[in-house]
């Protein structure tokens, strides 16, 4: 409140911006100080004061074209050998297989094969694919991932399936009893329409040999 002998508040304007100019030399003060002070003590200095934003970050580098991506990996063709190029192929290959999968090429890695089959509905949709007795014969971990892994195995190239076996009769019965395939079966009739049992047989192809040939011998 202005008084008498400052009508107008100057004093007391005065006074407070002094006072805050004192606060804020005090501060600037202290810090100057304490540079000062690891300068002579051989400490690494802070950062100055700074009243600037920080800097931003840079922008992300933009992806490899893909004509020059292409040209490099076409160059590359050109220095590789056959086992080069079969080696990087099949390390790729194995970087996309889980250790269920590893099992069920290990069960056929004799040469042998496994029934599999498919199961449609009345209108031959697919209720359930590549079921196969190799998930019981490899000890998966997850055994109802079965056709999943089967599936997966003939994307990569690594099985092939083929006509159904009849020495294999006792092999299919016991899988067409399990219970996926028996819940495939009731879920693909209709009335008095059954569902549509495809039987098969599954086992590694030539590259699916030639990938387990390569890891199973000597390190290299």
């Known amino acids: 409140m202005a008084s008498r002998l400052d009508p107008f508040g100057l004093m007391k304007r005065t006074f407070d ?8 030399g005090i501060r ?17 200095s802070r950062a100055p004061l700074q009243l600037e934003s ?34 990087e192929l099949f390390h790729r290959i194995l970087d996309q297989i889980v250790p269920d999968e590893a099992r069920i090429l ?31 014969t490899a000890n998966l971990a997850l055994p109802l991932m079965t056709p999943t892994y089967v599936g997966h195995l003939l994307s990569l190239g690594l099985l092939q399936v083929g006509a159904e076996d009849p020495s294999l009769k006792d092999d299919y019965q016991i899988l067409m009893a399990e219970s996926p395939v ?27 040999l030639a990938l387990w040939d390569a890891t199973s011998g000597p390190s290299s």
């Open 17 to 24: 911006t002094l006072e805050v100019s004192a606060k804020v």
């Open 28 to 44: 600037v003060a202290a810090w100057a100080g304490s540079q000062l002070s690891e300068a002579l003590n051989g400490a690494p």
């Open 54 to 87: 920080s800097r931003r970050p840079d922008p992300v580098a933009s992806p490899e074209p893909l004509r020059d991506k292409m040209e490099r990996l076409q160059s590359r063709a050109l220095e590789q050998t056959t086992k080069g190029g079969q080696t």
């Open 106 to 136: 290990s069960a056929l890695s004799d040469g042998s094969v496994s029934p599999l089959v498919n199961v449609r509905g009345w209108s031959r949709a697919g209720i359930l694919e590549n079921a196969s007795l190799v998930g019981r």
């Open 182 to 208: 028996l819940k495939a079966i009731k879920a693909g009739a209709r009335g008095p329409i059954p569902a549509r049992i495809e039987k098969a047989t599954v086992r590694l192809s030539g590259l699916g």
